[in-house]
Nanobody
Framework: VQLQAFGGGLVQAGGSLRLSCAVS????????MAWFRQAPGKEHEFVAT????????YYADSVKGRFTISRDNAKNIVYLQMNSLKPEDTAVYYC?????????????????WGQGTQVTVSS
């Protein structure tokens, strides 16, 4: 499974960005997609996850109400719409996937990762 994340950039506080993660190669009949992020000097942090078939979503408290994860099964792409961005959202954002349908928020649960895309929010 190969994942490619893109869509990052520089945006002012209060602005919006949409990240995309394209999935290719072998896929499982049921798998989760997730976004994590890593700010400078900090650990990876869970952001959001979505089940591939059921559309169930789950968010970190820090982004709930501002970020929306969605997927286009026909295109094998997962999106992260980020609104009302804050400087503390500045990080490298990664997409990840694993088989299954139970929501998971731990880094160790995800075996396949894409390269990160930088999001910088200026104040």
């Amino acid at each position: 499974v190969q994942l490619q994340a893109f869509g990052g950039g520089l945006v002012q506080a209060g602005g919006s960005l949409r990240l995309s993660c394209a999935v290719s190669g072998r896929t499982f009949s049921s798998y989760l997609m997730a976004w994590f992020r890593q700010a400078p000097g900090k650990e990876h942090e869970f952001v959001a996850t979505i089940t591939w078939s059921g559309g169930t979503t789950y968010y970190a408290d820090s982004v709930k109400g501002r970020f929306t994860i969605s997927r286009d099964n026909a295109k094998n792409i997962v999106y992260l719409q980020m609104n009302s961005l804050k400087p503390e959202d500045t990080a490298v954002y990664y997409c990840a996937t694993r088989p299954g349908s139970i929501v998971g928020t731990l880094i160790g649960e995800y075996a396949n990762w894409g390269q990160g895309t930088q999001v910088t929010v200026s104040s």
